[in-house]
DNA sequence: CCTGCCTAAGAAAGCGTTTTCTCAGGTCGC
DNA sequence: GCGACCTGAGAAAACGCTTTCTTAGGCAGG
């Protein structure tokens, strides 16, 4: 006959009485704590495994003043990047003995604030991917939320480890290529405007602009994903660009659909990059040229990160940078002569 | 000055002091409980807003008997399916004020087992995807895992309901859209083995060959990602088949660009269809035909399932069966005169 | 043989809340 | 004007665990 405790559920009581110990030796015996008498030990863990007893994770988290879990905070999780991170943090973690609890803000960056701090509170550690929130806010909330480890945002608050993707230099390595390739008019295929990662995006390709006067670099407003590309490619075409630069792999396979809808041919008639290299990108077709971003490790790195802010670990790479790669397919190709602009 | 409490944290206690009355009347003021004076509310309001008080969610937890908080275990975070029903639970969970933690079990049966429960302790339920594990293994488990909701598996155990894909009637549907599009040479490449869903599939295949003697249906060895499909064109061209039935929409993302590769033309040569209608599948070159499961729906669904389950509401809809929805695009054609196998 | 130390287990405090219990003070009715 | 009822707030218990504190008992040394 299995008594219960008030809540329903076998209680670390319960096993004490079981064995004929006080609730503290079963405690002790669960933990490994070895100043108890073998044979009281194995009484214990006997009466424990009869109960299919297990410690309430609650109760013990409110004792050790942690939880074993981790959150994350992401803009969306319809977005592979942000999968990507998402399995890789939460693989590392795993490794650790840590679980990680979600957060998706929808895009809403005043939620995002909100979000973060109960999340926070939940757990007992927090990565933080919020790029719409302002530089403002971000330095005022990111204090309150150690340990916080960053991706793709920096922040004056000390022990906030930032991981951030150089998409600047990205971007340029794409237009350098599109550049050999022979084209020489360019169109940037912008994210949400007020997004972090594209304003990276867009300094780098001032410097472009600056290094290669001669190339022409039109400024075309977009968004992140799918629709935005496909429903791109009139501004597109009437840009009179050859070598098109999408925000990210998303864009550029919903600009490519779209171009193949009107018979275009990439990389024949125009050529097309993307960014971020999802695992799609490979078997698009064509194959798409892309700067790929080991997204999974920025993920992995992240919770190493975090894990040493957590166990107060001198971390000694408080942050790190990454190089995106320039991963060349079949999207792009040589320039053909250049092309009159659709409109005028 | 600031008072924190022993674990550096500010407490109801703090603000019970800074207020000057008992941490029972803080707590009665935060949770809106209107048996106290108003000018003591406002005077504890004022004095937690000031401390910036956030209740402990831990305490909260262990006092109320609930964490606000629900689990997911899936078999593979990579994998768009599970990503949707994530985000599709995760959405309605956040509108209902839970939160969700992340289980991934990476495809290991036996910690699917393990997981589920560590995974359910800390929640106040589970949605389980559990495709590897056994049927003995889940009847055993189902009734400690409850509030339980389970995706694409069944189980006798009382109050728990399923949330079934039929995937059987969705691959017969395919089947019947190729052979009305005069293809008598079909091939199915299958997912993982031991999978459940793999299995409906396969009961349906039956199916369909007992409706349809005259159309001869080939099964291949596969998997459940691009890998397995893009590998798999030497099989496929083996078969002699000319309508290829993908186990999902990866797969035969990875099939279309093997097939790609070897020159062949989609659908001119051969026929391609997936399973899921994942986002990409409208963006592929050509877009892919698939049966169009509502995934993220179905993730939505589960939760409004465990949230009956957790309100002990009386569920008229324990569980219910998705019917896949034809999805005719471009990757599926009608078949060319009847090509003789590769080899002999 | 008694004192002092050490071991091992129980008692109790603490983690941060919520909620029941209790009680002081006020109000109403007779 | 006094007792019964009600209101509102503090005291304390409860949630389930860990860990410190305490103490009983065994053992060794003087």
Redesign the pocket.
């Known amino acids: 006959m299995v008594r219960r ?3 329903g ?1 076998i ?3 319960d096993v004490a009485v079981k064995a ?9 015996v ?2 490994g704590n070895f ?3 073998p ?2 030990a194995s009484r214990v863990r006997a009466a424990a495994a009869e109960l299919k ?1 297990q ?2 994770p ?3 988290s ?4 942690k939880t074993d879990t981790i959150g994350i905070v992401v803009p969306d999780l319809a977005n592979p990047t942000f999968q990507a991170i998402l399995r890789g943090l939460s693989r590392a973690a795993a490794q650790d003995g840590y679980r990680v609890l979600i957060a998706d803000s929808f895009e809403v960056s005043s939620e995002e604030t909100i979000l973060a701090g109960e999340a926070r509170r939940r757990c007992d550690g927090l990565v933080l991917c919020a790029p719409r929130m302002s530089d403002a806010e971000l330095e005022e909330i990111a204090p309150s939320l150690r340990p916080l480890v960053l991706i793709n945002r920096t922040t004056a608050a000390a022990d906030v480890p930032s991981l951030v993707v150089d998409y600047g230099q990205g971007v340029q390595d794409l237009a350098e290529h599109l550049v050999d390739l022979g084209h020489t008019r360019l169109a940037f295929l912008a994210g949400p405007p007020r997004s972090a990662s594209n304003g990276m995006r867009l300094q780098g390709l001032e410097a472009f602009k600056a290094a290669h006067p001669h190339v022409d670099v039109r400024m075309l407003e977009g968004g992140s994903d799918f629709d935005t590309g496909h429903e791109a490619v009139d501004a597109v075409l009437e840009s009179g660009a050859t070598g098109i630069l999408a925000f990210n792999d998303l864009v550029a396979m919903g600009l490519m659909s779209g171009l193949h809808e009107r018979g275009l041919d990439v990389p024949g008639d125009i050529s097309v990059t993307g960014f971020d290299d999802i695992p799609f990108a490979r078997y698009t077709t064509p194959a798409l040229t892309t700067a790929a971003v080991p997204i999974t490790e920025l993920g992995e790195q992240a919770w190493h990160q975090l894990r040493a802010l957590i166990r107060k670990e001198d971390n000694d790479a408080p942050g790190s940078r990454y190089q995106p790669r320039l991963q060349v397919r079949a999207s792009s190709g040589p320039a053909k002569a250049p092309r009159s602009t659709v409109h005028g």
């Open positions: 405790s008030a809540t559920r209680g670390i009581a004929g110990v006080s609730h503290a030796t079963v405690s002790r669960m933990n100043t108890v008498d044979d009281i007893y410690p309430n609650v109760g013990r409110l004792a050790l003043g």
